[in-house]
Antibody, heavy 121, light 106 residues
Framework: QVQLQESGPRLVKPSETLSLTCGVS?????????CVWIRQSPGKGLEWIGS???????YYNPSLESRLTISVDTSKTQLSLKMTSVTPADTAVYFC??????????????WGQGTMVTVSP | DIQMTQSPSSLSASVGDRVTITCRAS??????LHWYQQKPGRAPKLLIH???NLHGGAPSRFSGSGSGTDFTLTISSLQPEDFATYSC?????????FGPGTKVEI
């Protein structure tokens, strides 16, 4: 059973770059259809940030695309999220999740526990 | 972007009650609709995919229906562990979007 675990700084200053990684254990990313980053601002709904395939192909939310880089490392054991020029509006819990090969219609059946990132001076 | 709305935003119910939550898409999404359950401080868990298919491990008291723009999640007999927030998600087109959630409270 694949497991996902997010990690990274909990506090980022405005205008700086938010960098998170998601470790994949129990299997490699190559066994998954693809992985995603999703965030949830305090008291708000979920927001899809972007997707990355084992090949490295990416798809981003257009509302965030200009600030995003999502990638998979060559060992296929972790993925990363970089978001530049952050503001307090980027304060959220950041989740990585995955769609298994057997899941239809882009639903996400495996989730990390999430990591809270606060943007503040 | 496809906008997702849910109603109600919150509801109060008792153990044993039948609960229905509605999700509406701003345009037709066929059956590309999924439901998640989320408890405070935890990650969402997939309950139902493709509008009506129970995800492995989800209790059979959960069911989903609908197609096009209108969808429902039904809990046939609410259990103590079901008190949580339920969110819908469309995957018909990117950007994937989620509903704002429905909080089910005692």
């Amino acid at each position: 059973q694949v497991q996902l675990q997010e990690s990274g700084p909990r506090l980022v200053k405005p205008s700086e770059t938010l960098s998170l990684t998601c470790g994949v254990s129990g299997s490699s990313i190559s066994s998954l259809y693809y992985c995603v980053w999703i965030r949830q601002s305090p008291g708000k709904g979920l927001e899809w940030i972007g997707s990355v395939y084992p090949s490295g192909d990416t798809y981003y939310n257009p509302s965030l695309e200009s600030r995003l880089t999502i990638s998979v490392d060559t060992s296929k054991t972790q993925l990363s999220l970089k978001m530049t020029s952050v503001t307090p509006a980027d304060t959220a819990v950041y989740f990585c999740a995955s769609r298994s090969v057997t899941m239809p219609h882009d639903s996400f059946d495996v989730w990390g526990q999430g990591t809270m990132v606060t943007v503040s001076p | 972007d496809i906008q997702m709305t849910q109603s109600p935003s919150s509801l109060s119910a008792s153990v044993g009650d039948r609960v229905t939550i509605t999700c509406r898409a701003s345009q037709t999404i066929s059956n590309y609709l999924h439901w998640y359950q989320q408890k405070p401080g935890r990650a969402p868990k997939l309950l139902i995919h493709s509008a009506s298919n129970l995800h492995g491990g989800a209790p059979s008291r959960f069911s989903g229906s609908g197609s096009g723009t209108d969808f429902t999640l039904t809990i046939s007999s609410l259990q103590p562990e079901d008190f949580a927030t339920y969110s819908c998600q469309q995957s018909y087109s990117t950007p994937f979007t989620f509903g704002p959630g429905t909080k089910v409270e005692i």
